[in-house]
């Protein structure tokens, strides 16, 4: 009698079809814990990578649910590490693997268009709101300055002087609040002013547009990409 199949065999095959074959064999036996070897055996045993040429290239081009679910959720926060947690992954780490592949990042991106044309959500309107973030100065909202002040009397009546900083906040109906994050006054009387942080825009924006070189692949749509270096440029700094 020929020994019972062991469980672990076909889950194995099961989290490398997941994957889409991009997972290493290393980290599928230590899901399973399970020696590599035997990961590999089995993966040659059963004839893993033997496909019909036809059911192949159609299973390439188009995600599986795990993966259309993976999708989903990389859309919600495009954090790759979590959406793959979300999804229902033991290896969080194949989400950064599952962005690249084209069939995973060719959903994503339909995805993109249809939610951008159901919400009117467009890059340009994206940028011109990260531009008004970047450009902003703390000076269109606030004067501040040194004064000096009379603070009391000594114990021969004459006063006695210090310095005061005095900071005149401007009405809010008079700037573009777009770059501020919170203004607040606490019961003690301390004033709290705080605007979006102009680096993580600026490197969004210049991200955007392939100012850094990181080693990523930057396709560019000169038309495209020259309208909205213009509308940065309008919006720039004075």
Not at 30 to 54: C, F, G, I, M, Y
Not at 90 to 106: D, E, F, M, Q, T
Request: with cysteine.
């Amino acid at each position: 009698m020929p020994p019972a199949r062991n469980p672990a065999r076909n889950q194995a095959r099961a989290i490398w079809e997941d994957s889409g074959g991009t997972l290493k064999l290393r980290e599928i036996a230590e899901q399973l814990n399970v020696p590599e070897a035997t990961v590999r055996a089995w993966k040659t045993k059963d004839d893993w990578d033997k496909k019909e040429k036809s059911t192949a290239k159609k299973k390439r081009n188009v995600p599986n649910d795990k993966q259309k679910r993976f999708a989903d959720e990389y859309l919600i926060d495009s954090n790759a590490t979590k959406a793959a947690t979300r999804a229902g992954y033991k290896n969080s780490n194949i989400g950064r693997r599952l962005v690249a592949k084209s069939n995973v990042s060719k959903y994503i991106q339909q995805k993109q268009k249809r939610l951008q044309k159901k919400t009117e959500i467009t890059q340009e309107k994206v940028l011109a709101e990260l531009a008004e973030i970047a450009f902003a100065s703390i000076a269109d909202y606030l004067e501040y300055k040194t004064v000096l002040r009379e603070v009391g009397k000594n114990k021969d009546g004459n006063p006695i002087y210090d310095w005061a900083m005095i900071v005149n906040v401007r009405n809010s109906t008079e700037v573009n609040c777009v770059p501020i994050q919170k203004v607040s006054v606490s019961k003690d009387g301390t004033f709290k002013f705080k605007m979006y942080s102009k680096l993580d825009a600026l490197e969004k924006i210049a991200r955007h547009l392939g100012l850094f070189n990181d080693k990523q692949t930057v396709t560019i749509d000169t038309e495209k990409d020259s309208n909205l270096i213009d509308l940065l440029t309008k919006l720039g700094p004075k």
